[in-house]
């Protein structure tokens, strides 16, 4: 397959997360590849959610490999991290659920070890300014990437492309804070799957001038119906044990916006790169 167009590109942008709990059960989760520009260069991050950081006792990332600078489907590498919860520069807002990790010494580790990762970047000016939000309509269709209950093409190292619609305005913040909701299918393992507002080109699929791409956020958590009238947004967990039994998702994802992912990339560089 060759990565020609927009939606095969995202394909790439994300990263499997394979852990270990602290109780001994293992989770799976999602994060991606995100470029900043600042002063002094370009910085690359992987982008997760803090939750599915806290509380790991190991944790990997699994790539694909590249070889003569293209994708080889099936040829896994995966990066165990040692002290892995010690290793993500947290959202210095607590209760912002996002972790970053740079990528400059996981490559670097890698090639130690003679491999060579693809992966594509999503380029942080794609996250929508305070016009641009305004500009977007209530409705707008979103799509979203990542590894839904664990789901992925494990032979083909996949994840799992999604769509839906956005819930409430992105110009607004949901209940006071920097997130909007999506009415999307949103499952354990979509913890940490980035979001885009998307309108391909019928035409020109792969190009997208003219037509909306911007990376709106982060998923962060679902909906759930406790009892009759009574919802509650809980952060979507990396496997299943964490779920209310006898609970029920109502297909409601709760979305962190991208700039939050500026924010905490940004305080990162503020303190550790001159």
Same mark, same amino acid.
């Given at each position: 397959?060759?990565i020609?167009?927009v939606?095969?590109?995202?394909?790439?942008?994300?990263?499997?997360?394979?852990?270990v709990?602290e109780?001994?059960?293992?989770?799976s989760?999602?994060a991606?590849?995100?470029?900043?520009?600042?002063?002094?260069?370009?910085q690359?991050?992987?982008?997760?959610?803090?939750?599915?950081?806290?509380?790991v006792?190991?944790g990997?990332?699994?790539?694909t490999q590249?070889?003569?600078?293209?994708?080889?489907?099936g040829?896994?590498?995966?990066?165990?991290?040692?002290?892995?919860?010690?290793?993500?520069?947290?959202?210095?807002?607590?209760?912002?659920?996002?972790a970053?990790?740079?990528?400059?010494?996981?490559?670097?580790?890698?090639?130690?070890r %003679? $491999?060579?990762?693809?992966y594509?970047?999503?380029?942080?000016?794609?996250?929508?300014?305070? &016009? =641009?939000?305004? *500009? @977007? #309509?209530?409705?707008?269709?979103v799509?979203?990437?990542?590894?839904?209950? %664990? $789901?992925?093409?494990?032979?083909?190292?996949?994840?799992?492309?999604?769509?839906?619609?956005? &819930? =409430?305005?992105? *110009? @607004? #913040?949901?209940?006071?804070r920097p997130?909007?909701l999506?009415?999307?299918?949103?499952?354990?393992?979509s913890?940490?799957?980035?979001?885009?507002v998307?309108?391909?080109d019928?035409?020109?699929?792969?190009?997208?001038s003219?037509?909306?791409?911007?990376?709106a956020g982060v998923?962060?958590?679902?909906?759930?119906?406790?009892?009759?009238?009574?919802?509650?947004?809980?952060?979507?967990p990396?496997?299943?044990?964490?779920?209310v039994m006898?609970?029920?998702?109502?297909d409601l994802?709760l979305?962190?916006?991208?700039?939050?992912?500026?924010?905490?990339?940004?305080?990162?560089?503020g303190?550790?790169?001159?």
């Amino acid at each position: 397959m060759e990565i020609n167009s927009v939606t095969k590109k995202l394909l790439f942008n994300t990263i499997r997360v394979d852990t270990v709990l602290e109780d001994g059960s293992e989770g799976s989760g999602t994060a991606f590849v995100v470029n900043h520009a600042h002063p002094r260069g370009n910085q690359t991050f992987i982008v997760t959610n803090r939750h599915l950081v806290d509380g790991v006792r190991r944790g990997g990332l699994v790539f694909t490999q590249k070889k003569n600078g293209q994708p080889v489907f099936g040829l896994r590498f995966q990066l165990n991290i040692e002290d892995f919860p010690q290793a993500w520069f947290m959202h210095p807002d607590p209760e912002v659920d996002l972790a970053i990790i740079p990528m400059r010494p996981l490559e670097q580790a890698a090639r130690e070890r %003679g $491999v060579e990762l693809y992966y594509h970047m999503i380029d942080s000016s794609l996250a929508p300014d305070a &016009a =641009t939000l305004r *500009a @977007l #309509d209530a409705l707008e269709e979103v799509l979203f990437v990542g590894y839904p209950s %664990g $789901v992925w093409d494990q032979v083909n190292l996949m994840p799992i492309l999604r769509r839906g619609t956005t &819930a =409430t305005p992105m *110009a @607004l #913040d949901f209940e006071g804070r920097p997130e909007f909701l999506i009415d999307a299918a949103v499952y354990p393992g979509s913890s940490g799957s980035p979001v885009f507002v998307y309108q391909p080109d019928p035409i020109r699929p792969s190009q997208t001038s003219g037509r909306k791409f911007l990376f709106a956020g982060v998923v962060a958590a679902v909906f759930f119906r406790e009892e009759a009238n009574h919802l509650v947004p809980v952060p979507v967990p990396a496997n299943n044990s964490g779920m209310v039994m006898g609970s029920e998702m109502i297909d409601l994802g709760l979305v962190i916006k991208a700039q939050a992912v500026l924010d905490v990339i940004n305080a990162y560089l503020g303190k550790w790169v001159e």
